[in-house]
């Protein structure tokens, strides 16, 4: 069975992270196999929230994976609370990472033109290695401007960004998918969570997948509002799909059909966007 070092926190609450993780990439037909960067009663969104930071225990565990000589046929890296974590993962791949292992980095830093409270320019650094080694990685919009400028080029950028619609503005984030792939030698690149508006009107949501300079868009209608875990959930798919041989658009149709049923469950449930999609009743969509 192909298996997939998952690395991320587990979080009780919030349906995010290692637990959304786990099932999607099991359900799949591959074993994930956590790494957890930290353990929270519920997922930072919240309110308040209670969280064991792992980054010390990180060491101990990589030598009992490295006594079993576990080669892991996928590395799937999500949040990182800040660049000591990151040093020990860029240490986790070159123990673990074959010549054939396939890592996807999800470069968690901030959303809608916003960086994240654990944002600094040393976790973007960081980041930026990470993503040199990678296959595919799955930012949103903002993500990308990040690790292509930094902060405050990305927040001017994205205001830029705002001010166009249409066709015109789908092109653009093609050229940044572009710009990404050629800055960090990247094979694949995938543009999470993408608004489409024709003038004022919100229209659609969009994810842009770019491999091997061809480009293609996979589309769903807009519902509901942002929920927690809907990009891990799709960095899921996408990891282990590739891992077992599936194309990166029929990885990424999966993906948006698998959540887009998901959030439609929540918002007819009418389930707080901290509690996650419903997304335990479509993960049969995810069997081929």
């Not at 800040?82 to 993962?89: C, G, L, P, V, W």
């Not at 792939?181 to 094979?187: D, P």
């Not at 519902?223 to 282990?240: E, I, K, P, R, W």
Request: proline share 3%; net charge negative; aromatic share 10%.
């Amino acid at each position: 069975m192909k298996k997939i070092a998952v690395v991320n926190d587990l979080s009780g609450l919030g349906k995010c992270s290692l637990t959304a993780a786990i099932p999607v990439i099991s359900v799949m037909g591959v074993q994930a196999c956590p790494f957890p960067t930290a353990v929270l009663s519920n997922q930072t969104g919240y309110d308040t929230y209670f969280c064991e930071d792992f980054t010390d225990h990180m060491e101990p565990y990589m030598e009992q994976w490295r006594k079993r000589d576990f080669v892991p046929d996928g590395i799937y890296t999500g949040f990182l609370s800040d660049e000591k974590q990151a040093d020990k993962i860029l240490k986790l791949m070159d123990t673990f990472a074959g010549e054939d292992t396939l890592i996807l980095t999800d470069p968690v830093m901030g959303d809608d033109g916003e960086v994240y409270p654990i944002y600094t320019e040393a976790l973007r650094n960081r980041f930026c290695e990470l993503v040199r080694r990678s296959y595919v990685i799955t930012p949103n919009l903002t993500e990308a401007l990040i690790l292509l400028y930094g902060k405050e080029k990305m927040e001017a950028i994205w205001r830029e960004f705002q001010e166009i619609s249409g066709r015109e503005r789908l092109d653009q984030i093609e050229e940044t998918g572009r710009r990404l792939a050629e800055e960090f030698s990247l094979s694949a690149v995938v543009i999470t969570g993408v608004d489409y508006r024709e003038g004022e009107e919100l229209v659609k949501i969009g994810n842009l997948v770019l491999e091997k300079e061809k480009s293609s868009w996979v589309f769903a209608e807009k519902s509901g509002g942002s929920y927690s875990g809907t990009g891990d959930l799709f960095a899921s798919v996408l990891s282990a799909g590739l891992v077992k041989g599936y194309s990166m658009k029929k990885c990424a149709h999966l993906a948006v059909d698998f959540i887009s049923a998901s959030i439609r469950d929540a918002v007819e449930e009418g389930t707080d966007r901290n509690d996650g999609v419903c997304f335990e009743a479509h993960l049969g969509r995810l069997i081929q």
